[in-house]
């Protein structure tokens, strides 16, 4: 087959995509390309030297932290299982706090619409605050420990497990759940006969889930004094030790890494 | 005996679900009901258990107007009827015994129930139902694992162990082949004369509801617009409740009886 | 109903039984693990709580007005350092989506790609930002680049799952016009993947709002910064300031975000 040129002047030939689309696309192009440029130069305005300089800098900088220093782990094991430790019973009392929010905010349970609002409503602030954030309040109020973290974590994962599982219900088989009201079954013993067999998988899941996300916020607790490996990386990130700090940033690494994939094949089995 | 009394629904969304309802049926009938799908037979049988609410008339069920139950006394008035769906609402994920034992909730304190703590005799009684449609050897099965055919009878255990005076089935058979519709059916008939529970089932096919019917009640735009004996009723009448000349698809076939 | 006796459970298998004994001993370890683990000193938190609640919590319900204009500014900056942050990522993640895809660039590739994710979204990054605040200085630029890596490994898996979906018949069907692989790329593929692209991009822009939020706690810019200095001078008005102003920018953009992304897709 020969193309033919067509012989159509260029502007009489159709394009293939409408006039208006096209000058969208380019406006909406050039509008996030400006931000970004402005974002650029916004972040940068402080920074001596130019990027350029940083850059050459960061060689320099990354060979202080090599040979990371792994004559520590010893020293350091004890917080680094604390701060598992923390992981665990912050996401075992909001997987148990979870119940209530997740049904109370689930469409085909709670039928009372103003009451399903309120936790909807509520969920979502609880969700736009930072786990750090939490942490740094939670310190100012209860002071440094392991307490105030343990209470950011919770809280923290409260907000996306309950808006997960209420998720999870109202995508239920809701069948069973009339059939169970058609035999005289109370609000009650409906929700623990058709809906908890049904959620009962995912919700093991989703809690291992938040897990996960938990062990990751965890370990930098510390640096606003809320517990854990956190706050022995800031000692030593103070003391300009670096070497330390990479072997503790290492263990980290290998911690998130070994959970995630245990956590993984769990979830793999349950569903 | 249950008494609809110029019983009407509206749907909130304006849909005219039933329309000056008046029908009586006695103890111990078994009634079939009917009509093209739309026609407001599942909506009657729903008022009956109050899974539907009518917005004008009474609903007499043992001489009580039922319409303005709530809470104990509605539950308490579903405990009395069983209800059979279309699609079995089985807990899929539960095992069968579990299935059926949810029939006894209506009767069994909440915290009992809710940790497994049911008498031995509700225990007894559901493994007696389910004895009486055959299916007791699966009773560690997950809900899951069985055909269609088999998840119907044990729906019909967990209505068995609920010891209803009244059953309603909505559609039972509309998911299931021929010979197992016919099953299903058999069974129904044969629980209606054996404990004289009255039995009102949906259908949509004409040869079936022929079959098993002692009377027939036809539904068309929300109106009963035949009710009589099975005696009465000819393909005629099947015209008239249907408002076309019958098809091939109104008969479910295979009447080989089980 | 004489008949009160049921048949016996059929028995589980050895194995099934040991596995359940096993894993219930493996909880129950864990938890006293975990509980001998964590002492936390109750007479202190208590002791602090009651001192504290009422100074603290009627500050940061009185939200102190007069930082308004210095919090917004740094909001500001929070937002563009999750902006640039993100659409470095978007850029970065497409290249290496591509290589850990398995239906483009073949297994080896494939696999050697997919560890590279998972060892990137490994870092949180908040450590990320350490690190680059230690190279390139404590600057909001140090917290574009840790978003940006941070994001690249999230957005990554994601792309080269959205690849791995999508319809491998259209590419036959140019591989038969004799097309090569740079027009497959843009005819074939390309078409298939941007919305879904785009989609998570933004999706990923709400995330790194809230993430570059807290960047400042190590330096890094935003607003971050201040949560530290309320924080340090317990200025519980300002932090009551600051924290109304993370609810309503990432509430807002979150609502944003999710109707961009319905009209995409």
């Known amino acids: ?271 | 005996m249950i008494e609809f009394k110029d019983v009407s629904l509206v749907y909130p969304n304006g849909t005219q679900g039933l329309k000056n309802i008046n029908v009586k049926i006695n103890d111990g009938e078994f009634v079939v009901i009917v009509g093209l799908s739309g026609a407001g037979k599942s909506t009657f049988i729903r008022s009956i258990n109050r899974l539907v609410t009518p917005t004008s008339g009474s609903l007499l069920i043992d001489n009580e107007d039922i319409l303005s139950y709530h809470g104990k006394n509605l539950r308490k008035l579903r405990t009395k009827t069983g209800m059979i769906f279309q699609n079995y609402n089985l807990v899929k994920r539960s095992n069968v015994l579990k299935n059926v034992l949810a029939g006894r909730l209506g009767h069994t304190g909440t915290l009992r129930s809710i940790l497994n703590l049911y008498k031995k005799e509700d225990i007894g009684l559901a493994y007696e139902s389910l004895k009486r449609v055959n299916i007791e050897e699966k009773l560690y099965n997950r809900a899951d694992e069985l055909s269609g055919g088999q998840q119907q009878r044990v729906s019909i255990a967990r209505v068995l162990t609920q010891q209803p005076n009244y059953i309603l089935a909505d559609e039972p058979v509309a998911s299931l082949d021929p010979p197992t519709s016919h099953q299903v059916m058999t069974y129904l008939k044969k629980i209606n004369k054996e404990d004289n529970i009255t039995t009102i089932v949906n259908l949509h096919f004409i040869d079936m509801a022929m079959e098993y019917a002692d009377r027939i009640i036809g539904m068309r735009a929300g109106e009963v617009v035949f009710d009589g004996p099975v005696s009465e009723v000819s393909e005629q009448t099947f015209e008239e409740i249907y408002g076309r000349s019958i098809r091939e698809d109104d008969l479910r076939g295979g009447a080989n009886k089980s | 109903m004489e008949n009160y006796s049921l048949p016996p459970k059929p028995k589980n298998s050895l194995w099934k039984k040991i596995k359940t004994i096993v894993i219930t001993l493996l909880v129950i370890g864990l938890y006293v693990w975990t509980f001998t683990g964590i002492d936390i000193e109750w007479s202190r938190v208590i002791e602090r709580a009651l001192n504290n609640f009422q100074r603290v919590i009627p500050k940061l319900l009185s939200p102190d007005w007069s930082a308004t204009s210095e919090v917004a500014l740094a909001m500001l900056e929070t937002v563009f350092i999750a902006f640039a942050g993100s659409l470095m990522a978007a850029i970065l993640a497409v290249p290496i989506a591509f290589l850990a895809a398995n239906n483009m660039m073949g297994k080896y590739l494939s696999v050697i790609g997919k560890w590279i994710l998972s060892a990137v979204r490994a870092f949180p990054d908040i450590i990320l930002a350490i690190l680059f605040v230690v190279a390139v200085g404590p600057n909001a630029f140090a917290g574009v680049l840790a978003i940006a890596i941070g994001s690249t490994g999230m957005l990554g898996k994601m792309f080269s799952e959205i690849i791995e979906s999508i319809d491998m018949d259209i590419v036959e069907a140019m591989q038969a016009n004799g097309a090569n692989r740079i027009q497959i790329l843009f005819y074939a593929v390309m078409p298939q993947i941007i919305p879904e692209f785009l989609s998570y991009a933004i999706y990923r822009f709400e995330v790194d709002i809230r993430a570059s939020s807290i960047l400042g706690i190590v330096g890094a810019g935003g607003i971050g910064t201040m949560i530290i200095f309320a924080s340090n001078n317990r200025n519980w008005n300002e932090m009551g300031t600051i924290l109304l102003a993370i609810i309503i920018v990432v509430t807002i953009i979150d609502f944003a975000s999710a109707r961009i992304r319905r009209k995409i897709v």
């Open chain 1, 1 to 271: 087959m020969t193309k033919e040129k067509p012989s159509l002047t260029a502007d009489k030939t159709p394009s293939i995509y409408p006039a208006k689309t096209k000058m969208q696309v380019t406006l909406i192009f050039f509008v996030i390309i400006g931000i970004y440029l402005f974002s650029m130069y916004w972040t940068q305005r402080e920074m001596v030297g130019g990027i350029g300089g940083a850059l050459g800098n960061m060689y320099v900088v990354i060979e202080k932290f090599f040979p990371p220093n792994f004559a520590v782990l010893p020293a350091i094991w004890e917080p680094m299982a604390q701060t598992i430790q923390m992981a665990i019973l912050a996401t075992t009392v909001s997987a148990i706090l979870t119940v209530p929010l997740a049904l109370l905010s689930a469409q085909n349970v709670t039928t009372f619409k103003p009451l399903y609002y309120l936790t909807r409503t509520f969920l979502n602030i609880l969700r736009t605050i930072p786990d750090l954030v939490l942490a740094v309040l939670f310190v100012g109020l209860f002071g440094i420990g392991l307490f105030p973290g343990i209470l950011a974590l919770i809280v923290f994962s409260l907000g996306i497990l309950a808006k997960l599982i209420s998720e999870t219900i109202e995508s239920v088989d809701m069948n069973p759940m009339e059939a169970m009201r058609a035999s005289g079954g109370n609000t009650l013993q409906v929700i623990w006969y058709a809906l908890v067999p049904q959620v009962a998988p995912q919700f093991a899941s989703l809690v291992l889930y938040v897990f996960e996300i938990n062990i990751r916020a965890s370990v930098v607790l510390g640096l606003v004094g809320a517990g854990g490996i956190g706050l022995i990386l800031n000692q030593q990130l103070g003391f300009y030790n670096y070497p330390n700090a990479m072997a503790i940033i290492i263990l980290i690494f290998v911690v998130v890494i070994v959970i995630e994939f245990i956590s993984n094949k769990i979830r793999e089995a349950l569903l």
